[in-house]
Nanobody, 126 residues
Framework: QVQLVESGGGLVQAGGSLRLSCAAS????????MGWFRQAPGKERNFVAT????????YYADSVKGRFTISKDNARNTVYLQMNSLKPEDTAVYYC???????????????????WGQGTQVTVSS
C-alpha cells in the first residue's frame, strides 16, 4: 500500500509560478515511476510529467515542456512539480501517482499507475 499526499496548489495569475509537492509513504521505493497528471472540469485526466525514482529519468507532456520541471527528494520521499509561466489553460486538479513497475520507460497513461493522491487545485487567472 502506498499513500500519496499532494500540496502546494492555489490561485496564481498568468505568468506566475507554483510548486506542487507529493509526499509518499507506505513502502520502500524501488525504481518506480512517480507521475503528475491533471484534470480540468469536464475533461479527461491527462499526463503532465513523470520521473523514475532511482535513476531520475524524466518525461513531459508537450504542453508543459520547457515550463514545468519534475524533481525528487529521495530522502524525503517527495516528488515536486515546479510550474513556471503558468497559463489559464493549466487550471486543473493536479494528481500525483505512482506506477509500481521498475524499468527504464517513462509511463504516461493513467492505467499504468497503481496509486493516486487526492489531488490539489491549481487555478490560473488571466
Amino acid at each position: 500500500q502506498v499513500q500519496l499526499v499532494e500540496s502546494g496548489g492555489g490561485l496564481v495569475q498568468a505568468g506566475g509560478s507554483l510548486r506542487l509537492s507529493c509526499a509518499a509513504s507506505g513502502r520502500t521505493f524501488g525504481n518506480y515511476a512517480m507521475g503528475w497528471f491533471r484534470q480540468a472540469p469536464g475533461k479527461e485526466r491527462n499526463f503532465v510529467a513523470t520521473i523514475r525514482w532511482i535513476f531520475g529519468k524524466t518525461y513531459y507532456a508537450d504542453s508543459v515542456k520547457g515550463r514545468f520541471t519534475i524533481s525528487k527528494d529521495n530522502a524525503r520521499n517527495t516528488v515536486y512539480l515546479q510550474m513556471n509561466s503558468l497559463k489559464p489553460e493549466d487550471t486543473a486538479v493536479y494528481y500525483c501517482a505512482v506506477a509500481l513497475t521498475t524499468g527504464w520507460d517513462t509511463p504516461a497513461g493513467t492505467g499504468e499507475y497503481d496509486y493516486w493522491g487526492q489531488g490539489t487545485q491549481v487555478t490560473v487567472s488571466s
